[in-house]
């Protein structure tokens, strides 16, 4: 599995952009900050096309799931994320959407699950 960098493309189910930043840059792949623990949780989605009526566009993802994170490598005590990250967004009222990774943002540096 590749480990994430903040050049990662994440997306909501819909096809809206999870905008990402790193809370750390001491290690990176290609000058760019790999992503750790919860890099993904927290961001605004630009762009969701999923606008109704009653229905708002995913604006922020809400969890990570537990599988997202490395479980034997950390930076600092806290886990990187990996290309198998993923978890929820603020979609509706009544409902959640789903967000995952289209693009870990590099293609170097893998790590077992």
């Not at 480990?3 to 790193?22: I, K, Q, Y």
């Not at 890099?39 to 606008?51: F, N």
């Not at 990996?82 to 170097?108: E, M």
Request: charged content about 15%.
């Amino acid at each position: 599995m590749f480990v994430l960098t903040r050049e990662a493309l994440l997306l909501c189910s819909h096809g809206g952009v999870v905008n990402m930043t790193a809370q750390q840059d001491w290690v990176t792949v290609g000058r760019v900050p790999v992503l750790i623990d919860d890099d993904p949780l927290g961001r605004t989605i630009s762009a969701c096309p999923m606008v109704t009526p009653t229905t708002p566009p995913c604006r922020h993802t809400t969890s990570i799931d537990p599988q997202s994170l490395s479980a034997f490598v950390a930076i600092g005590g806290r886990r990187l994320c990996l290309d198998k990250t993923a978890g929820s967004t603020d979609w509706s009222l009544g409902a959640t959407g789903r967000y995952s990774v289209a693009r870990p943002g590099q293609d170097f540096l893998t790590c077992g699950g």
